[in-house]
């Protein structure tokens, strides 16, 4: 659901923000601080509920991500390192999940409600990063489940491994080159 709701906003923001900001000197474009200069600026393409709107769907993601994200991280953590874990179990069977889960949404909430916290910066270089490790976490996850020990019969079969490596090697390819034009920013011109 985050996922289609990211893609409509990028989509609304290409349509708005940078067919009005290309042909324009930079002292004239449209400049994005924060949410808000986002859904004023979406105002031509969704008209007077363009904020309500935007406000709508980063509510529907936040609310996703702050109570999704957590809890995923807590189950791998306790995945590994072999403690109770899942929401089907009592708190007095998992202290360490719930501890896990309660501590992260308390750590997410906190950086959020520090005055004056560059958030639009926090999203964006927490998705930079993620998109960095993301091909260092899929080759792991390959390794582990072409493991034979370890899954059994349940390894990839050749078809799919294909095309787990060629995902692995396109996802890799992509983020060395945004990278690249990052650290090189002629490279995108």
């Known amino acids: 659901m985050t996922d289609i709701i ?14 009005h900001n290309v042909h324009l000197p930079a002292s004239a474009q449209i400049q994005v601080n924060d949410v808000t200069d986002v859904a004023v600026a979406l105002k031509p393409l969704a008209g007077r509920f363009a904020a309500l709107l935007f406000s709508i769907g980063l509510l529907n993601a936040a609310l996703f991500t702050a109570s999704i994200l957590p809890l995923s991280t807590a189950y791998y953590v306790c995945e590994a390192f072999g403690f109770e874990r ?62 034979k020990r370890l899954m059994g019969r349940w390894t990839n079969s050749v078809t799919f491994n294909v095309i787990a490596w060629a995902t692995v090697v396109i996802v890799s390819v992509l983020t060395l080159v945004s990278t690249l034009q990052i650290i090189f920013p002629a490279i995108g011109s």
Do not use: E, W
């Open 86 to 147: 899942g929401v089907d179990r009592r708190f007095g069977d998992a202290k360490i999940f719930y501890g896990l889960y309660f501590a992260f949404i308390i750590v997410g909430a906190g950086v959020v409600i520090v005055p004056n916290a560059p958030l639009l910066a926090i999203i964006f270089y927490s998705q930079v990063l993620n998109g960095v490790l993301l091909p260092v976490v899929l080759v792991l996850m390959l390794l582990l489940i072409n493991n």
């Open 6 to 19: 990211a893609f409509f906003i990028i989509v609304a923001c290409a349509a708005t923000i940078y067919v």
